[in-house]
């Protein structure tokens, strides 16, 4: 099984300063024959269902801010909020789709300093 | 509107069976891949269970596999777990998630990043 672990566990950033959240699977994701990166990034909000931000490790999701942005490829990926705002308080989960059992990252919970 | 609505939790005493359903509607839900992604009180999220978008394929995460299955339903247009020999690790709030299909282009594999998830049905294993 692809072992996904994640960095820092929780941070805490200013408003409008930048918070970046590192993602490292145990095998590549990359796969060759398409050279896409099979890795996905999810915001967790309390009470709310996880939301998708990030797909194919750097293609933002209809609809999701361009502060957000993803980016790496094979092992090693980052999810970097380039101005944090209120509304961005939550647990980030990276995720790879790359084979089963699909597995996600532990987490980063991301607050307001 | 895109919308999927679980349903079937509940208490269950260990050992005991469970079956969750999750109702869609809103996107051709014979086109898409749909899974099962688990979060227990206090813990991260865990990704149980998938299904292609024409059953020919399913995968299970190493904790549920053997207790666990799988199944959609194309005329009630439904995807459902049945979930068997119950543990109290399996204690925790159970999403239903749409994949989001491969988007066109070099497609390879059967899943893809899940793009729209309902709000959960709560599976509690307690004697």
């Known amino acids: 099984d692809i072992v996904m672990t994640q960095s820092p566990d929780s941070l805490a950033v200013s408003l409008g300063e930048r918070a970046t959240i590192n993602c490292k699977s145990s095998?590549?994701?990359?796969?060759?024959?398409?050279?896409?990166?099979?890795l996905a990034w999810y915001q967790h909000k309390p009470g709310q269902p996880p939301k998708l931000l990030i797909y194919w490790a750097s293609t933002r999701e209809s609809g999701v801010p361009d502060r957000f942005s993803g980016s790496g490829s094979g092992t090693d990926f980052t999810l970097t909020i380039s101005s944090l705002q209120a509304e961005d308080v939550a647990v980030y989960y990276c995720q790879q789709y790359y084979s089963t059992p699909f597995t996600f990252g532990p987490g980063t919970k991301v607050d307001i300093k | 509107e895109v919308q999927l609505v679980e349903s079937g939790g509940g208490l269950v005493q260990p050992g005991r069976s469970l079956r969750l359903s999750c109702a869609a509607s809103?996107?051709?839900?014979?086109?898409?891949?749909m899974h099962w992604v688990r979060q227990a009180p206090g813990k991260g999220l865990e990704w149980v269970s998938g299904i292609s978008w024409n059953s020919g394929s399913t995968g299970y995460a190493d904790s549920v596999k053997g207790r666990f299955t799988i199944s959609r339903d194309k005329a009630k247009i439904s995807l459902y777990l049945q979930m068997d020999s119950l543990r109290v690790e399996d204690t925790a709030l159970y999403y239903c998630?749409?994949?989001?299909?491969?988007?066109?282009?070099?497609?390879?594999?059967?899943?893809?990043?899940?793009?729209?998830w309902g709000q959960g049905t709560t599976v509690t294993v307690s004697s």
């Open positions: 095998q590549s994701v990359l796969n060759s024959s398409n050279n896409k990166n099979y």
């Open positions: 809103g996107f051709t839900f014979d086109d898409y891949a």
């Open positions: 998630a749409k994949d989001r299909g491969c988007g066109g282009g070099s497609c390879y594999g059967d899943y893809y990043a899940m793009d729209v």
